[in-house]
């Protein structure tokens, strides 16, 4: 009877010992690298026993991303007669300096601006918002990455649907709400300064107008100087990399005529073109040739009747002709107003801009009807007028 009990118990060890093995190296650390959360899938990929003895692990292969459910999304809303689509960029957030080959993180935060919810890919609604790359629209991203595998070995999904959209990680987002928009992205290895442009676009709907945004990404360390990368910050106006650009070339503006269309350039690189009204053909034309912009003045009031009130006006000739915002009569008293201010003083738009004349002018962008000098939109004008210095080149031609 002894006999068969030592027998069984002797069976019974032989059955426990594997698992009591396991449980030791577990416990006494030799399994320290397995998570508590990842033992059960780990545990596959060893050969942990020969006769009772541990062996090496395998090499564990990251697992396939896993998403938590979100809560489902609440689509029902009274659409409106007239629905508009608006976006404001409120922020975008991530790491000043980026390291070469090394994931990070962007955060994007735009306001509904519109009149109807935007819903997020998560949420089993119509009219899906995203982030779509732009300039030009739908180009691949170089920063797009499928997924995000960290350095042990977990993998999350990185935001990006595909090399051209980022979801919106808010479920719903109501007008005159904000949404996030969260993604992950590897900066590439050689070091630049990278300009990426999105713009909010609805799948089906269309693009969103005037939302587009670009994201400066300084990656690594690069020989350029501060002047120069400054330049690149401020005006590179695509999606490119810093050192494909030439801006060694001076400022310059071209003035086309024929298209009346206004460019803004650094050496041969365009950084801005805008919409015109040039003189009135055969009666008043604008004067073709190279000049440069002679004096700057933040308003200016013509001097012979009808004393037309021209804001950011810079002088190309002596003689009265110039480049400035949209025109205004006003009346003695606004004139007088303008007059009050310094030279070089800011004078607030709502000064003159309820003008008949100023409203009227801003149809006639694209047409030739002034008295000689080249007009502007005022944001247009505003630009220029930053942009350019005493001294910068203007050439005009057909």
Same mark, same amino acid.
């Given at each position: 009877? $002894? &006999?068969?009990?030592?027998?069984?118990?002797?069976?019974?060890?032989?059955?426990?010992?594997?698992?009591?093995?396991?449980?030791?190296?577990?416990?006494?650390?030799?399994?320290?690298?397995?998570?508590?959360?990842?033992?059960?899938?780990?545990?596959?990929?060893?050969? !942990?026993?020969?006769?009772?003895?541990?062996?090496?692990? +395998?090499?564990?292969?990251?697992?396939?991303?896993?998403?938590?459910?979100?809560?489902?999304?609440? #689509?029902?809303?009274?659409?409106? +007669?007239?629905?508009? =689509?608006?976006?404001?960029?409120?922020?975008?957030?991530?790491?000043?300096?980026?390291? $070469?080959?090394?994931?990070?993180?962007?955060?994007?935060?735009?306001?509904?601006?519109?009149?109807?919810?935007?819903? &997020?890919?998560?949420?089993?609604?119509?009219?899906?918002?995203?982030?779509?790359?732009?300039?030009?629209?739908?180009?691949?991203?170089?920063?797009?990455?499928?997924?995000?595998?960290?350095?042990?070995?977990?993998?999350?999904?990185?935001?990006?649907?595909?090399?051209?959209?980022?979801?919106?990680?808010?479920?719903?987002?109501?007008?005159?709400?904000?949404?996030?928009?969260?993604?992950?992205?590897?900066?590439?290895?050689?070091?630049?300064? =990278?300009?990426?442009?999105?713009?909010?676009?609805?799948?089906?709907?269309?693009?969103?107008?005037?939302?587009?945004?670009?994201?400066?990404? =300084?990656?690594?360390?690069?020989?350029?100087?501060?002047?120069?990368?400054?330049?690149?910050?401020? !005006?590179?106006? +695509? &999606?490119?990399?810093?050192?494909?650009?030439?801006?060694?070339?001076?400022?310059?503006?071209?003035?086309?005529?024929?298209?009346?269309?206004?460019?803004?350039?650094?050496?041969?690189?365009?950084?801005?073109?805008?919409?015109? &009204?040039?003189? $009135?053909?055969?009666?008043?034309?604008?004067?073709?040739?190279?000049?440069?912009?002679?004096?700057?003045?933040?308003?200016?009031?013509?001097?012979?009747?009808?004393?037309?009130?021209?804001?950011?006006?810079?002088? !190309?000739?002596?003689?009265?002709?110039?480049?400035?915002?949209?025109?205004?009569?006003?009346?003695?008293?606004?004139?007088?107003?303008?007059?009050?201010?310094?030279?070089?003083? +800011?004078?607030?738009?709502?000064?003159?801009?309820?003008?008949?004349?100023?409203?009227?002018?801003?149809?006639?962008?694209?047409?030739?009807?002034?008295?000689? #000098?080249?007009?502007?939109?005022?944001?247009?004008?505003? !630009?220029?007028?930053?942009?350019?210095?005493?001294?910068?080149?203007?050439?005009?031609?057909?």
């Amino acid at each position: 009877m $002894q &006999s068969k009990s030592r027998l069984a118990l002797s069976a019974l060890l032989t059955i426990l010992s594997p698992l009591l093995v396991v449980t030791l190296l577990f416990f006494f650390g030799a399994l320290k690298d397995v998570k508590p959360a990842d033992f059960q899938t780990s545990i596959i990929n060893l050969s !942990f026993f020969d006769r009772g003895k541990a062996v090496a692990m +395998e090499e564990v292969k990251p697992a396939a991303p896993v998403e938590l459910p979100k809560p489902a999304a609440n #689509c029902g809303y009274k659409r409106p +007669e007239n629905p508009t =689509y608006g976006a404001n960029v409120v922020s975008v957030r991530k790491r000043f300096r980026l390291l $070469q080959n090394k994931y990070f993180e962007t955060k994007v935060y735009l306001e509904n601006t519109g009149n109807v919810p935007w819903f &997020s890919d998560d949420a089993a609604c119509r009219e899906k918002i995203r982030l779509g790359t732009a300039r030009e629209n739908d180009r691949a991203s170089i920063f797009y990455s499928p997924t995000v595998v960290g350095e042990d070995f977990t993998v999350r999904t990185s935001g990006w649907l595909a090399n051209n959209r980022i979801k919106m990680n808010t479920l719903r987002v109501e007008p005159g709400e904000i949404g996030e928009f969260v993604f992950y992205s590897r900066a590439p290895h050689p070091a630049d300064l =990278y300009v990426e442009y999105f713009a909010p676009v609805i799948e089906n709907v269309g693009w969103i107008e005037g939302a587009e945004f670009p994201i400066h990404m =300084y990656v690594g360390d690069f020989a350029e100087d501060t002047e120069t990368l400054d330049l690149k910050m401020q !005006f590179l106006n +695509e &999606s490119t990399k810093a050192s494909a650009v030439d801006f060694s070339g001076g400022k310059k503006v071209e003035i086309d005529i024929s298209d009346q269309k206004m460019s803004a350039k650094i050496g041969n690189y365009t950084i801005k073109e805008l919409l015109v &009204s040039s003189g $009135q053909m055969r009666r008043h034309d604008t004067p073709r040739g190279k000049y440069e912009v002679l004096y700057k003045q933040q308003v200016r009031i013509g001097g012979a009747p009808p004393h037309y009130i021209m804001p950011k006006w810079q002088a !190309f000739r002596w003689d009265g002709y110039g480049i400035h915002g949209l025109p205004s009569l006003g009346s003695a008293a606004v004139r007088n107003k303008i007059r009050s201010y310094d030279q070089n003083e +800011e004078v607030p738009l709502e000064v003159y801009n309820n003008d008949v004349m100023w409203t009227e002018a801003v149809d006639h962008l694209g047409t030739p009807v002034s008295h000689g #000098c080249v007009r502007m939109g005022p944001e247009d004008a505003d !630009f220029m007028y930053d942009f350019t210095e005493i001294g910068t080149p203007v050439v005009i031609h057909d």
